[in-house]
């Protein structure tokens, strides 16, 4: 478990830092990552960014969680299931509060599509973290191929950068939504280690008796 308890640490001081958004350092951050990513604009490029970018809408993930969870309980995979239901509803719920109580207002111009409510930290990257690393790690238990876990890192990354793209983020709205993600990814991995850890340990015990 020690490797879940510094990947939890390295976020929650991701997060810590990203918090102070409005300083000079994050702001000079901001200025230089997301001229460089508009930087990439093109015309042609827009509307394949545009539709990427609904990969982490949450009525997107919400279809595809409910989808993933009825097939895994129709397997018999109760705790996978919940599981995966809470990467989303808890990350949802929490990103919500979170924008609330920072009420970063999104960036004004160079926008290729509108969004409402406020900037900081991204629900898309957050939730979509979350959502799609925690899919993830359950594909990982089966099957036990590192190209699963790169493929669950990797789909955020670009979700994070596309949101920055179609400007209605700033970069440290995506990075604490990494981290946040992240974090609520790797409790549910330890949820998900312990209770199948200890069902084992009472099969065991059970066949000790018998």
């Known amino acids: 478990m020690k490797k879940y308890n510094i990947l939890l640490s390295v976020c929650s001081v991701s997060f810590i830092l990203l918090v102070f ?18 930087s990439f604009r093109e015309e042609s490029f827009n509307e394949l960014v545009i539709a990427f970018t609904y990969v982490g809408d949450a009525k997107v993930l919400g279809v595809l969680c409910i989808i993933s969870v009825i097939g895994l309980f129709l397997v018999r ?25 920072f009420e970063r207002e999104r960036p004004l111009g160079n926008r290729l599509l509108e969004e409402d409510g406020f900037s900081f930290p991204s629900g898309n990257a957050m939730v979509g973290t979350s959502f799609y690393l925690f899919s993830a790690f359950l594909l990982y238990q089966r099957y036990q191929k590192p190209w699963i876990l790169w493929i669950g890192a990797i789909l955020p990354f670009f979700l994070g950068i596309s949101r920055v793209y179609v400007g209605v983020h700033y970069p440290s709205d995506i990075l604490a939504g990494f981290s946040i993600g992240m974090a609520f990814c790797v409790c549910l991995a330890v949820i998900y280690k312990t209770v199948k850890a200890d069902s084992a340990e009472m099969q065991n015990n059970k066949h000790t008796y018998l």
């Open 21 to 38: 958004y409005d300083t000079r350092i994050v702001r000079a951050f901001d200025d230089a990552a997301r001229d460089i990513i508009l």
């Open 77 to 101: 995979k109760w705790l996978s299931g919940i599981l995966l239901l809470a990467s989303i509803g808890l990350s949802y719920g929490l990103n919500l509060v979170l924008k609330n109580a």
